[in-house]
């Protein structure tokens, strides 16, 4: 039982030890990119679940982002107060289902708090994953992967065409996100640390879920649709209910990661539903191994830090435009399965053992 | 809606369309030989008329765009060469390839700009070379050579970004235009009440030569049936004595080849930027799949179509959301209909979906 958990300890030991290493080394203005790419992170683990078991390509994942971030942004700073009156609002407020705040010209504004946000955009996400997937999930190779790119060049149509929702500049002034009292997502510089946390936390039981999905009887089923879709229609799996469910929670996932990262900086533009930023989620993906959970994860902490921290410089697309293709022509299964790291690792490993026997001696 | 004001609608759409109905034929062309979607086939269109607009600066715009019509034609062939035949040996084409774009990145950069102008280049030249070479090496030794679909899509797919971010680096984020072929921005001609720029009857008619020199290339020429022969059957083709990797490699060289020259006709009017391929390619693969995909004179059916109901909904759609109409086509074509509206369904059974 606990061995299905151990990478979980793991990647926690390493997040922690990350912390300390950053805090004791003055080095704490990385933790603003090591936040964001956690949650970006959230998007990334989910498509692995789509990609790597499910089997199914999605070039439209940064359309659920944006649909949770925008969602939630939205809500968030909508004005409520020509919708009921003020007694009605403060009695809501009293109930969290609102929230009173001040807009950036001073005044206080009512708009609903960010808990009903976070759950109205889960919910859109969900509806909107089942009423694409679908349909979509009927399509297969070049079909699947132009009909969802599709969907993600569609939502960011719109969100560049509605003023409602700011159009090219998008929405501002996203309120912090009080998870508990006390505990908050925000960009403030004292609470670094506890957002670094917090944002792990997250990551952590999206892991979580997803690992007790795969090692029950959908994860097994999953794995069967990917090695051979007729084989495992033939046993009685109901294969297209099971990679919807998959999409569905990989677009809760994205939604999710959109909602909390838009709270933490405080806004969201319509450049998070670009294609670019999909076809770079499924770069990540095919980097870390596509059905490698925890490689996934490495990379897609470790490409979109170094992305964020502006490393690329003006080759910032170019470099994943190239790893795509590198990866895909030499170690299709993700690179931390090439030969010479393989090899490398097993190396490692003997020179261990054998310590540990003359240690045993 | 007066009768002028549809005509003008019905031109214009009919303008668009033929592009559409270019691209699509350009990803039919490519499907038909090696069942691979190229994600790239906006990017083509792009690089034509970027090169066309860099030569016509100096050259007579007619050299400009039959040199850049050429040279897109080269990088086709490169692409197809470098990344899709997954060649085992050694390829000097992929070496200089390589190099060049390597090359590209300390160039531009600027890594080196404060010695002069040759030790720049010779600095460049000494950074590039050994990693285009160990490129090559690493392709000679590693290389898998087992095609899936998920895989040549994110291969094609990378070649797009990667096409696009060179062209970002070479030019830059600017809108660019060729000169019009005759006239001017303002001149037009008037047709039973409509008024068209001259650059339209360009636009009409080279997409006309093109469809139809297609069609008698394939008809009527030994390597046109060759190829014909590749999509119906490419072990029995290999068998006829038909070398079906340079057929591949062909129709590389000729999708390129045509969606550079429609870059260049259709520059003058809707103006050329770097990033404008992925919303082409989309457009163009919508018009494939509405025509059936590899049937070429469904696309052009299925690109006019797409063309003029584009025109109309500008008149009842606000303007922003234009690009999404095509897509959400696709997407209907595609969930009730996915052989086409041309396409034979029986057919389309033995197809992946």
Redesign the interface.
């Known amino acids: 039982m606990l061995a299905r958990y151990k990478p979980l300890l793991i990647v926690l030991g390493i997040v922690v030890l990350i912390q300390l290493l950053l805090s004791l080394g003055g080095w704490e203005f990385f933790f603003t990119q090591l936040i964001m790419s956690a949650y970006y992170s959230l998007v990334v683990i989910g498509l692995t679940l789509l990609m790597g078991y499910a089997g199914q390509i999605s070039l439209g994942h940064a359309g659920f982002f944006a649909i949770g971030g925008y969602t939630s942004a939205l809500l968030t700073t909508i004005d409520l107060s020509g919708l009921w009156d003020k007694g009605t609002l403060s009695l809501l407020s009293s109930l969290f289902i609102t929230m009173e705040q001040k807009d950036p010209y001073g005044n206080i504004i009512y708009s609903f708090s960010p808990w009903v946000a976070f759950v109205v955009a889960i919910l859109i996400a969900v509806g909107v994953a089942f009423l694409i997937g679908i349909p979509v999930l009927r399509l297969k190779g070049h079909y699947l992967a132009m009909a969802t790119l599709g969907f993600g060049i569609i939502i960011q149509t719109v969100l560049l065409g509605t003023t409602a929702l700011g159009a090219a500049d998008g929405i501002s002034n996203v309120p912090d996100f009080t998870l508990v009292p006390g505990i908050q997502i925000t960009d403030r510089m004292a609470d670094r640390v506890m957002n670094y946390y917090i944002a792990w936390f997250f990551v952590l039981l999206g892991l979580f879920l997803i690992i007790n999905l795969l090692n029950s009887r959908v994860g097994r089923a999953l794995r069967s649709i990917h090695g051979n879709e007729e084989a495992a229609n033939s046993l009685g799996i109901n294969t297209s209910r099971y990679k919807l469910y998959t999409f569905v929670l990989s677009a809760v996932l994205a939604a999710a990661g959109g909602v909390f990262l838009t709270h933490y900086l405080g806004s969201i533009g319509p450049s998070e539903a670009g294609v670019i930023k999909s076809v770079r989620y499924v770069a990540i993906v095919a980097v870390g191994g596509m059905d490698n959970l925890f490689g996934t994860l490495l990379m897609g902490n470790l490409l979109n830090f170094l992305s964020l921290r502006g490393y690329f410089g003006t080759f910032d697309e170019a470099v994943f435009g190239i790893i795509l293709i590198g990866i895909m022509l030499f170690a299709p299964k993700g690179i931390l399965r090439i030969k010479g790291i393989k090899y490398l690792s097993s190396f490692i490993r003997e020179k261990l053992a054998v310590f540990k026997r003359e240690k045993e001696k | 809606m007066e009768s002028n004001i549809v005509l003008q609608y019905i031109l214009s759409g009919i303008t668009q369309g033929s592009i559409y109905a270019i691209v699509a034929i350009g990803f039919n062309i490519i499907y038909n030989t090696t069942g691979?979607?190229n994600f790239a086939q906006g990017e083509f269109l792009v690089l034509g008329s970027m090169i066309a607009i860099s030569l016509a600066s100096f050259l007579p715009l007619a050299l400009a765009v039959l040199i850049a019509c050429l040279a897109t034609t080269l990088v086709g062939a490169a692409l197809e060469l470098v990344?899709i035949r997954?060649l085992k040996k050694w390829s000097p084409v992929r070496v200089v390839t390589l190099f060049l774009l390597i090359f590209i990145?300390p160039f531009r950069?600027g890594l080196f700009d404060g010695f002069p102008f040759l030790a720049n280049m010779v600095f460049c030249v000494l950074i590039a070379a050994p990693i285009a070479a160990g490129i090559e090496f690493?392709?000679k030794r590693?290389?898998?050579s087992?095609s899936n679909?998920?895989?040549m899509?994110?291969?094609t797919?990378?070649?797009?970004?990667?096409m696009?971010?060179?062209m970002l680096?070479v030019w830059d984020e600017k809108n660019r235009a060729l000169p019009f072929f005759t006239g001017n921005e303002v001149s037009s001609i008037d047709i039973f009440g409509a008024m068209i720029s001259p650059q339209v009857l360009w636009v009409l008619g080279v997409s006309a030569v093109i469809v139809v020199g297609l069609n008698l290339f394939f008809k009527f020429t030994l390597i046109g049936k060759a190829m014909l022969a590749c999509s119906d059957n490419k072990t029995a083709a290999s068998l006829c004595g038909i070398n079906v990797k340079w057929m591949v490699t062909l129709s590389f060289m000729i999708s390129a080849g045509i969606g550079a020259l429609a870059g260049c006709v259709t520059s003058p009017l809707t103006q050329t930027q770097y990033n404008m391929g992925?919303?082409l390619a989309?457009k163009g693969?919508?018009v494939a799949?509405l025509g059936g995909l590899g049937n070429s004179t469904g696309a052009v059916v299925a690109g006019l179509m797409l063309g003029v109901l584009e025109a109309f909904a500008i008149s009842i759609m606000?303007?922003?959301?234009i690009?999404?109409i095509s897509?959400?086509i696709?997407?209907v074509i595609?969930?009730f209909k996915?052989s086409g509206l041309f396409g034979s369904a029986e057919a389309s059974r033995l197809k992946?979906?």
């Open positions: 691979i979607i990344f997954g990145i950069s690493l392709f590693f290389v898998k087992t679909v998920l895989r899509i994110i291969i797919i990378g070649i797009s970004i990667l696009r971010e060179v680096h992925s919303t989309i693969f919508a799949v606000p303007n922003a959301y690009e999404a897509i959400v696709l997407l595609l969930f996915p992946e979906f």
